[in-house]
């Protein structure tokens, strides 16, 4: 992230917010279709309809860059009299329904899961799995407010997490070895193939 000529934060990539997404939504395609071809067991049928459903029917047109945070993690959470935030000390510029996808699945599917990794062991998150939940909850209602468009837009786009989160699992029990840096996020490879057929199972049970 930079500064423009007229003051204006740029992102690294210089190109139209509509085309980006329509492109990465594109990637969500491939990505889909590369776990269907996968070995591993799942409702294959089942998880095609929700995806191809979802993928079409994605908020390209109606979104805006915003500049927000990344990293959601609990740890990052600071309490002031007028509520709790969020401090990132890398936040990027991107659509506001996509972080807020981001927040919704860390807290419901991504930190319980990712307790055993180096990364997230010291927070003990599988012992607040009913507490994360409620906040991913909370967080829903107060971004959706009234509105069934955003509320819509913002479950496509947590399947959409999921869905990729699944992928990049499903490619890391297939990358001989894990380096360093992939153990210390997501852990050993036999947790990294526990947690895909969690995530597998979950992509099957997303409602409609």
Same mark, same amino acid.
């Given at each position: ?61 109606? @979104? ?92 496509? @786009? ?5 869905? *990729? ?22 852990? *050993?490879?036999?947790?990294?193939? @526990? ?14």
């Amino acid at each position: 992230m930079e500064i423009g000529q007229t003051g204006e934060l740029k992102g690294e990539l210089d190109m139209d917010l509509k085309a980006f997404v329509f492109e990465e939504t594109k990637e969500y395609q491939e990505e889909l279709n590369k776990l269907i071809d996968s070995p591993y067991e799942f409702d294959r049928a089942k998880v095609v309809k929700a995806g191809e459903s979802f993928i079409s029917r994605r908020s390209i047109n109606d @979104e805006k860059i915003i500049l927000t945070n990344q990293d959601t993690s609990p740890e990052n959470i600071i309490y002031t009299k007028r509520g709790a935030k969020i401090i990132d000390p890398y936040p990027l510029l991107y659509t506001g329904v996509s972080f807020a996808a981001n927040y919704v699945f860390n807290y419901q599917a991504l930190f319980h899961l990712f307790h055993n990794t180096k990364r997230y062991r010291k927070g003990n998150y599988h012992l607040y799995i009913s507490q994360l939940i409620v906040s991913a909850e909370g967080f829903i209602e107060g971004y959706t407010g009234s509105s069934k468009q955003k509320r819509h837009a913002l479950h496509i @786009e947590v399947f959409l997490k999921l869905l *990729t989160m699944t992928y990049t699992h499903y490619k890391l029990v297939n990358e001989t070895p894990l380096d360093r840096e992939q153990i210390i996020r997501f852990g *050993t490879k036999e947790q990294v193939e @526990e947690r895909l057929r969690i995530y597998l199972k979950k992509l099957e049970e997303y409602p409609k």
